[in-house]
């Protein structure tokens, strides 16, 4: 793979989970642990023969799936390390708060990893089983422990906002509960309703809009004044703790996807590999390509997608990317960049409103 000025990320892909949240639409399987030593040997040749294609040296890794702390954390070490990395390179884990103990974080650290993102949710029993989350709040404050004890650099809790049943002050009290174990990074999502999921065949526990604005706003108000600035829509940070590997796709830099259902890209070329694992083991197994399928996105479309990003981010937009018209029927959605005259940022009001101001662009 050739070589690039931008920076350039690795995604892992680890599609086994203990049970399905009902809002997910990842692939993801509960019912192939069976399948866990196999598939980890062909992750670690699929990368081997990337690396004897010269994979870019990466400057970000983001092992994500699924569940990256069911499988055997010296196994996922040893495929961690096996990944040319940058000297600097940011390497996150995702994991699930019941699993984690200050030994798999220890191995974690000795092969590179400087990051972790826990999957908290929420903190309210009742709001966690509207979600169809299993794992135990009280063991969120244990992981937390253990990755203050394990020396981990840095960190980020996920939460999600707006499941069922769940009541303002309850959703006031995750972020309060979150920001008392002092993180540098924070991800607050709205829950979104995917199509195929238990989730979006029952619409009367669909999110409401209304709903999810006041929470958003309500969060944002929490976050900022624990000294966390919003750099993304959905993302808050201490400052140097940002995501590098987010920042990756909001830029549209070149990645490459390992595991099932992964995705990469290179230079407007997406492809992403077979879903499920058996498969890509097979394939694997017989020295095929795991590719199955890919896009190539014109001109046209790459510039739309790039503004799309960029406008949810702190850096935003150039100016010219509205006509002067439709900047003035946005006023109160955006403004000009502190830093940048020439360019326009969201206003909170606009964060809310991102992906239709999206299609404004002229």
């Known amino acids: 793979m ?7 990320g690795v995604y892992v892909h680890i599609p086994f989970c203990a049970s399905k949240c009902e809002y997910c639409a990842f692939a993801t399987w509960t019912d192939r642990g069976h399948l866990v030593e196999a598939y980890l040997q062909a992750l670690r040749i699929e990368i081997e023969r990337a ?3 010269e994979l870019t040296t990466a400057d970000t890794v983001f092992v994500g799936g699924g569940t990256p702390t069911l499988v055997p954390p010296a196994a996922l070490a040893d495929m961690i390390a096996s990944i040319p990395v940058a000297d600097d390179a940011e ?19 000795a092969a590179g990893v400087n990051r972790v993102s826990l999957g908290v949710q929420s903190m309210s029993a009742h709001v966690l089983a509207a979600l169809g989350r299993t794992h135990d709040q009280r063991n969120v404050e244990r992981a937390v422990d ?12 996920d939460l999600i906002y707006g499941a069922a049943g769940e009541s303002v002050d309850d959703w006031r009290g995750t972020v309060e509960a979150a920001l008392a174990f002092e993180p540098p990074h924070i991800s607050a999502y709205g829950l979104t309703v995917e199509a195929g999921t238990p989730l979006a065949s029952q619409p009367d526990r669909h999110p409401d809009d209304d709903d999810q604005a006041d929470k958003y706003e309500l969060a944002d108000d929490l976050l900022a004044a624990a000294g966390l600035a919003n750099y993304e829509v959905s993302n808050w940070a201490r400052p140097g703790h940002e995501s590098r590997h987010n920042f990756l796709y909001w830029n549209q830099d070149d990645y490459r996807g390992f595991g099932c259902a992964a995705h990469s890209h290179s230079a407007g070329r997406r492809w992403w590999n077979l879903r499920t694992p058996d498969r ?10 795991v590719e199955a399928s890919s896009e190539t996105l014109d001109a046209g479309t790459r510039r739309f997608e790039a503004l799309q990003l960029a406008l949810r981010t702190r850096d935003g ?3 010219n990317s509205f ?14 960049h502190p830093a940048d005259r020439d360019r326009v940022v969201l206003t909170r009001a606009g ?10 662009f002229r």
């Open 351 to 360: 964060r809310l409103m991102a992906n239709d101001i999206s299609l404004r």
């Open 146 to 157: 253990a990755i203050k004890a394990s020396g981990m650099p840095s960190f980020n809790l």
């Open 91 to 109: 390497i996150t884990v995702e994991c699930n708060p019941d699993d984690v103990t200050v030994d798999m974080l220890d191995t974690y650290r």
């Open 2 to 8: 050739a070589g690039s000025t931008s920076d350039f």
């Open 51 to 53: 690396v004897a294609e």
């Open 317 to 319: 937009v150039p100016r």
């Open 323 to 336: 006509l002067p018209e439709t900047l003035t029927l946005l006023e109160g959605m955006v403004i000009a």
């Open 280 to 289: 890509y083991i097979e394939a694997i197994r017989a020295g095929a390509s």
